[in-house]
């Protein structure tokens, strides 16, 4: 229980940094995961000389948050830090605690399942909330997507993760990734949607673009409300193990 309780207080710490420099400035000092993921695996292995875990474990652990943080960053979801933070947690949450009594624990094995699982379930209130605010703007007689081109289905896709914020707000800003772009067709420029922005991409270059056309974009431009991933892993993270705590004292 104290290692489970060291690993738990160290990670949380470290991710509660993690989670300020990457809201704050999009980057997180490689110094954070050089120092709490080896004393997290330290731990693990003074946890397994005491038999709270298994080797085994703690290798299937890490090799399943290296996968999914690994194709997560590929597909663009996922950026460097979020994928390092997936590889702390499971370095600090190998097993679950011994007398711990789950529902979770018969389908998710391993708390690095249970912590992504609670992480992806938090994330989902993001377009909830984006939806929810741009509803109440067209009750209002405000209509989002006025001049965008785009499918039914794209549409109602922006609804749930687009706001319209004024061009200039966008320049330095780390808020929000464009949700449009202009396209320039048979001489006419256009507007279309922009439903994806690699976690990783050059967003100043896609200002400079747009700002390109902004005599187009004199009612605003769609941009998507910026949240780093690691927000819900952190959250995630501390949920699912004050849950696990409080299933070994019941």
């Not at 695996?41 to 397994?48: F, R, S, T």
């Not at 194709?71 to 830090?81: I, K, R």
């Not at 989902?124 to 006025?146: I, M």
């Not at 409300?225 to 070994?248: C, E």
Request: hydrophobic content about 50%; overall charge negative; glycine content about 6%.
């Amino acid at each position: 229980m104290i290692v489970y309780i060291l690993r738990f207080s160290i990670s949380s710490a470290f991710l509660a940094y993690a989670l300020v420099c990457d809201v704050m400035k999009r980057e997180v000092p490689d110094q954070v995961w050089l120092v709490s993921i080896p004393a997290c695996l330290l731990l693990d292995c003074v946890a397994v000389s005491l038999g709270n875990t298994d080797l085994a474990s703690i290798l299937v652990s890490l090799g399943i948050a290296l996968l999914i943080g690994s194709l997560l960053c590929f597909l663009g979801f996922y950026g460097g830090a979020d994928a390092k933070a997936l590889l702390l947690i499971s370095a600090a949450t190998p097993s679950y605690l011994p007398g711990a009594s789950l529902f979770a624990m018969n389908v998710l094995p391993l708390p690095i399942l249970f912590v992504f699982f609670c992480s992806t379930l938090f994330s989902s209130s993001y377009p909830l909330t984006v939806l929810t605010l741009n509803l109440v703007d067209f009750l209002r007689g405000e209509r989002l997507l006025q001049g965008i081109e785009g499918s039914w289905l794209g549409r109602l896709v922006l609804y749930a993760t687009a706001r319209r914020v004024k061009l200039e707000d966008m320049r330095g800003s780390l808020r929000y990734f464009p949700a449009e772009k202009v396209v320039v067709e048979d001489g006419k420029a256009r507007r279309k949607p922009l439903y994806f922005v690699h976690a990783e991409a050059n967003l100043d270059e896609q200002v400079e673009k747009l700002e390109e056309h902004k005599e187009l974009l004199n009612d605003g431009v769609l941009a998507s409300p910026t949240i780093p991933m690691i927000v819900f892993l952190t959250a995630g993270f501390v949920f699912s193990n004050l849950v696990i705590l409080w299933a070994s004292f019941n």
